[in-house]
């Protein structure tokens, strides 16, 4: 015998409405999928390290022609914020006070996959992808690589590139500008 049942899916709003009163921790790491909170693990020392590798090589190379931004929400849909670990965003004067920022206004974001990759790649990749965010990297930390994925058409990345330590990269926005992996990656 099969049960059928409705899930109650989440907005934003509902979203940022219960983490202002608390219902959600502001310590919890969480973010809304389609509608759904999402617990996410606590992050390794490796995972950390590599966040701080990206905010200061990046910060250094494109210096106030981006806003980096780490581990905050990224506003994709109404049912959608996930929180990309590094977001390279268009810069502004007000650094985003007015307004939440979205993939319109992203260069690219980054993941740094360690325990979460198949979820990285398999569910949220797609919804980058569906709501426009022109370029999005994964960090595989448990295979040693960077994913990098490119070049949006219809809801698709066109481009993927799968990178080796011994490699480097440059953002398509950025193309005066060349990371080693092996620096990402530490």
């Given at each position: 015998?099969?049960?059928?049942?409705?899930?109650?899916?989440?907005t934003?709003d509902?979203?940022?409405?219960?983490?202002e009163t608390?219902?959600?921790?502001?310590?919890?790491?969480t973010?809304?999928?389609?509608g759904?909170?999402?617990?996410?693990?606590?992050?390794?020392?490796r995972?950390?390290?590599?966040?701080?590798?990206?905010?200061?090589?990046?910060t250094e190379?494109?210096?106030?022609?981006?806003?980096?931004?780490?581990q905050?929400?990224l506003?994709?849909d109404?049912?959608?914020?996930?929180?990309?670990?590094?977001?390279?965003?268009?810069?502004?004067?007000?650094?985003?006070?007015?307004?939440?920022f979205?993939?319109?206004h992203?260069?690219?974001v980054?993941?740094?996959?360690?325990?979460?990759?198949?979820f990285?790649?398999k569910?949220?990749?797609?919804?980058?992808?569906?709501?426009?965010?022109?370029?999005?990297?994964i960090?595989?930390?448990r295979h040693?690589?960077?994913?990098?994925?490119?070049d949006?058409?219809?809801?698709?990345?066109r481009?993927?590139?799968?990178?080796?330590?011994?490699?480097s990269?440059?953002?398509?926005a950025?193309p005066?500008?060349?990371?080693?992996?092996?620096d990402?990656?530490?």
């Amino acid at each position: 015998m099969r049960i059928e049942v409705e899930k109650k899916l989440f907005t934003v709003d509902e979203y940022h409405r219960m983490c202002e009163t608390g219902i959600i921790g502001f310590e919890e790491r969480t973010e809304l999928i389609d509608g759904e909170i999402i617990k996410m693990a606590s992050p390794s020392t490796r995972h950390v390290a590599c966040a701080n590798r990206a905010n200061t090589f990046f910060t250094e190379a494109f210096g106030r022609r981006a806003i980096v931004s780490i581990q905050n929400p990224l506003l994709l849909d109404l049912y959608n914020e996930p929180q990309p670990d590094v977001a390279v965003l268009k810069p502004r004067p007000d650094f985003y006070t007015s307004t939440r920022f979205t993939p319109e206004h992203a260069f690219f974001v980054v993941e740094i996959s360690e325990s979460s990759f198949a979820f990285d790649r398999k569910i949220k990749l797609p919804r980058y992808a569906r709501c426009g965010a022109p370029e999005v990297w994964i960090e595989d930390l448990r295979h040693d690589q960077l994913l990098v994925f490119r070049d949006l058409e219809n809801d698709v990345y066109r481009t993927s590139l799968t990178l080796h330590r011994d490699e480097s990269i440059s953002p398509m926005a950025f193309p005066d500008v060349a990371f080693e992996v092996s620096d990402l990656l530490g």
